[in-house]
Nanobody
Framework: QAQLVESGGGKVQAGDSLRLSCAASGGTFSSNTMGWFRQAPGKEREFVARIRRSGTTIYADSVKGRFTISRDNAKNTVYLQMNSLKPEDTAVYYC?????????????????WGQGTQVTVSS
């Protein structure tokens, strides 16, 4: 079974850092494109960042310069390093995998999703 499991979320203060991890199994990490999305209660899920197997990345403007997405293909894991966190970063963060050929910045681009991990940033 294709499976993505996020971890590393928690409660931090503004300005702090956090690193999220997404462990893939069931062949999911063979996907060329892996992404991170986030969703606050009552709001739509939004794109955060994506990375291809080659290492090519795209970031949402809201996190550019603060967040870094990376992947370790040998460990079947993708990461999201979040620095200079702001209260507006508070959300459930989801890892996703795309099996098709896609730019990877839209929700519909992805075939598999993790359960999510909560990130809460206080002021």
């Amino acid at each position: 079974q294709a499976q993505l499991v996020e971890s590393g979320g928690g409660k931090v203060q503004a300005g702090d850092s956090l690193r999220l991890s997404c462990a893939a199994s069931g062949g999911t990490f063979s996907s060329n494109t892996m992404g991170w999305f986030r969703q606050a209660p009552g709001k739509e899920r939004e794109f955060v960042a994506r990375i291809r197997r080659s290492g090519t990345t795209i970031y949402a403007d809201s996190v550019k310069g603060r967040f870094t997405i990376s992947r370790d293909n040998a460990k079947n894991t993708v990461y999201l390093q979040m620095n200079s966190l702001k209260p507006e970063d508070t959300a459930v963060y989801y890892c996703a995998a795309a099996t098709g050929i896609t730019l990877g910045i839209g929700i519909s681009d992805y075939n598999y999703w993790g359960q999510g991990t909560q990130v809460t940033v206080s002021s």
